[in-house]
């Protein structure tokens, strides 16, 4: 069964920095994409960042690019997307996703297999 759990989200000051987790659990970690999405209050759904584990390639969304990263540890199946200089606008509930039929190579995917719980990021200014 395929599980995908966030964590690390709470409350940060802006210019602070915050570093998510997403564990995972039932599928072959090293070869699948993982991404980070996430849902701010009266917003659609906003792809914010991937990481393809089976050829390495990684993607940013305009609004963190630069100020964030993602890297993978296959030896935990874990993936961990850090984001410095926050922002009260990236306030938001964070979702771990995998999709299986995936590269980071085109950005985003528009439908993910699996989908995590979510973990709330609320950045005061």
């Known amino acids: 069964e395929v599980h995908l759990v966030e964590s690390g989200g709470g409350l940060v000051q802006a210019g602070g920095s915050l570093t998510l987790s997403c564990a995972t659990s039932g599928f072959p970690f090293d070869e699948n994409t993982i991404l980070w999405y996430r849902r701010a209050p009266g917003k659609d759904r906003e792809g914010v960042s991937c990481?393809?584990?089976?050829?390495?390639?990684?993607y940013y969304a305009d609004s963190v690019k630069g100020r964030s990263t993602i890297s993978s540890d296959n030896a935990k199946n874990s993936v961990y997307l850090r984001i410095d200089v926050l922002k009260p606008e990236d306030t938001a509930v964070y979702y771990c996703?995998?999709?299986?039929?995936?590269?980071?190579?085109?950005?985003?995917?528009?439908?993910?297999?699996?989908w995590g719980q979510g973990t709330q990021v609320t950045v005061s200014s």
């Open positions: 996703s995998v999709d299986f039929f995936h590269s980071c190579d085109i950005g985003m995917s528009r439908s993910p297999d699996y």
């Open positions: 990481i393809s584990n089976g050829d390495g390639s990684t």
